[in-house]
């Protein structure tokens, strides 16, 4: 089972970036899937999921700002986010979830200063 997150970077405040999670070793499709951030010297923080349907959540201090979308046919979970702020810092994992079965990518750095 893998997760590749990817398409993090150096942004300034307002910008734009994309990332992208890879999925292998599982079927994609059956998995709810998730993005969880980590800012510097503070605990996991939900920012949005998605449903096997579609059906997507975000956590309030997004909400409006970023968008959470899925390509079953590729294997791809993506988080586009817009107006970035500098309190979005933070390094960004996907997960998957079914049942018991957890799964957890490596993460990719965000960082958003001008």
């Known amino acids: 089972v893998q997760l590749v997150e990817s398409g993090g970077g150096l942004v300034q405040p307002g910008g734009s970036l994309r990332l992208s999670c890879a999925a292998s070793?599982?079927?994609?499709?059956?998995?709810?899937m998730s993005w969880v951030r980590q800012a510097p010297g503070k605990g996991l923080e939900w920012v949005a999921d998605i449903s096997r349907d579609g059906s997507s959540r975000y956590a309030d201090s997004v909400k409006g700002r970023f968008t959470i979308s899925r390509d079953n046919a590729r294997n791809t979970l993506f988080l586009q986010m817009n107006s970035l702020k500098p309190e979005d810092t933070a390094v960004y994992y996907c997960?998957?979830?079914?049942?018991?079965?957890?799964?957890w990518g490596q993460g990719t750095q965000v960082t958003v200063s001008s």
């Open positions: 070793g599982f079927t994609f499709s059956n998995y709810y």
């Open positions: 997960n998957a979830g079914l049942g018991i079965k957890n799964y």
